[in-house]
Nanobody
Framework: QVQLVESGGGLVQPGGSLRLSCAAS????????MGWYRQAPGKERELVAG???????NLADSVKGRFTISRDNAKNTVYLQMNTLKPEDTAVYYC???????????????WGQGTQVTVSS
């Protein structure tokens, strides 16, 4: 089985920073693209940032200049550095990864359980 476990969420004041981590574990042959999504109450889940296995990144317009996505392939971990946080960044943040399990011949997409980020004074 493959699992994604997120950490690093919490309560922060506007203008503050948080760093989210997501570690993949289990019987993994390889990991392709990884990304972060978020879902605010009453809204659809949206892509925040993505990163390929080669390190190419893309960011939602709403977070460009404030958020950075990175990964450590040796640790099967993806990070989201969030700076200058705004109240509208409040949401549950989910990690997503394209994984080739060791026992499979195709890729699957896995989701983490989500971590709450609340930006409020």
């Amino acid at each position: 089985q493959v699992q994604l476990v997120e950490s690093g969420g919490g309560l922060v004041q506007p203008g503050g920073s948080l760093r989210l981590s997501c570690a993949a574990s289990g019987s993994i042959f390889s990991i392709g693209a990884m990304g972060w999504y978020r879902q605010a109450p009453g809204k659809e889940r949206e892509l925040v940032a993505g990163i390929t296995s080669g390190g190419s990144t893309n960011l939602a317009d709403s977070v460009k200049g404030r958020f950075t996505i990175s990964r450590d392939n040796a640790k099967n971990t993806v990070y989201l550095q969030m700076n200058t946080l705004k109240p509208e960044d409040t949401a549950v943040y989910y990690c997503n990864a394209e994984v080739r399990p060791a026992y499979a011949f195709t890729n699957f997409y896995y989701w983490g359980q989500g971590t709450q980020v609340t930006v409020s004074s």
